[in-house]
């Protein structure tokens, strides 16, 4: 494992985040969010996700992809919509050959915020310490750099010893 | 409008049905269904799903693809599973630059055997009946035959006189 593309999947917006392990430190290469027309047909819509994701895997060809699971839907017809993406986003992976991973939203905030019931912002926010970035990552690609580092961390338990476990511990403390 | 790829969307089986337009008669040309490894990683089955397709689109040339769509589903987690089905579905039918059109399975029903609220086993044997079959064709098989043959009702009225309108017909009458 070395470089690992993490995806938090939508129907309108698809964030991405790419993230390299130099050594055990993980470090920033990239991220951004496919938004997808909302006019288009269907079909139209999951091929330009399916082919923009194709793009980023031969840019800067992962190992390995981490992709956000969702633990429940309250909603049929989002969890349909939600469906298609993930769909389109596994076929990108398997097509470049690459092992996909999932992990439930909980559980990648859990590892990188210290919480499973995070808010958007403690994620962008520990997302940006982690790995050293100048500012907060927009909120969708935000989640996929964390899906990215919460992969990292049950592979090799990098994150939790530097970012969110410690943040987590010293909370108890006080 | 020739060759008419039909799909019934599953998280384990997805039919197809293939019917070619002969002048204004529908032809059967092939059907099957592509069961999915219930124990290999979703983005495995997703992947076979897609290719299984895709080797269909090359062997047999549709021009036109139709997908049967849901109206409504009762629950999140089953819409999520054939969410990714259909996504793959639309992902593979996009690759080969095909036109996807949806229809809902209400539609498809009352289009082919006269009522949308048809059984599994009226939609066979109208299937096999328009199509000059000499038996029922397997379910999933049959549900995509039938998508395919209401894509052609939709653009061309060809099994709406036919088949399915004149038999509903029939029963008004008596």
């Known amino acids: ?15 991405f985040g790419i993230v390299r ?3 055990r430190k993980p470090v920033y290469v990239s991220s951004g969010v496919v938004k997808l027309p909302t006019d288009a047909p269907l079909a ?6 399916f082919e ?10 992962p190992n ?7 633990f429940m839907s309250k909603n049929a017809m989002s969890a349909l919509k939600l469906g298609h993406a993930r769909g389109a986003i596994m076929v990108a992976a398997g097509q470049q050959s690459l ?3 999932e992990y439930e939203a909980r ?34 690609a935000a989640d996929a750099l964390a899906v990215a580092l919460c992969h990292i961390h049950f ?14 511990r010293g909370r108890l403390r006080n």
């Not at 999947?9 to 964030?15: H, M």
């Not at 923009?52 to 060809?61: A, D, G, H, K, P």
């Open 1 to 15: 494992m070395s470089i690992i593309l993490g995806i938090d999947p939508g129907s309108r917006k698809t964030g």
């Open 21 to 23: 392990l130099d050594g």
């Open 44 to 49: 139209e819509r999951l091929n330009i996700l």
């Open 52 to 61: 923009s994701l194709v793009t980023v895997m031969s840019e800067y060809q």
């Open 64 to 70: 390995e992809v981490a992709v956000e699971d969702i």
């Open 99 to 101: 092992p996909v991973f």
């Open 107 to 140: 559980k990648v905030k859990q590892v990188v915020a210290g919480s499973g019931n995070a808010d958007k912002l403690s994620v962008q926010h520990m997302v940006a310490r982690q790995l050293n970035l100048p500012g907060r990552p927009q909120e969708d």
């Open 155 to 168: 592979n090799t338990g990098v994150v939790a010893s530097t970012g969110a476990g410690r943040f987590s």
